[in-house]
């Protein structure tokens, strides 16, 4: 992931002024590849403002 938000913000220098939100999704399955709090860490380290949330469309989380 860290190279992926290298490149968009070198193709977005306006990044800083943009919503973002990054959200895993199948959080209602007992076994995740990436866990919450891993992903929590990860977007608080970032320099812009992201948020981070779970979701499932199958259980209707959000």
Do not use: H
């Not at 608080?44 to 499932?56: H, Q």
């Amino acid at each position: 992931m860290s190279d992926l938000w290298q490149e968009i913000c070198e193709r977005r220098p306006d990044i800083n002024t943009l919503p973002i939100v990054v959200v895993g999704n199948k959080c209602d399955l007992p076994s995740k590849k990436i866990f919450e709090a891993t992903a929590k860490a990860f977007t608080s380290r970032l320099s812009a403002d992201v948020r981070y949330l779970e979701v499932s469309a199958k259980c209707n989380l959000r």
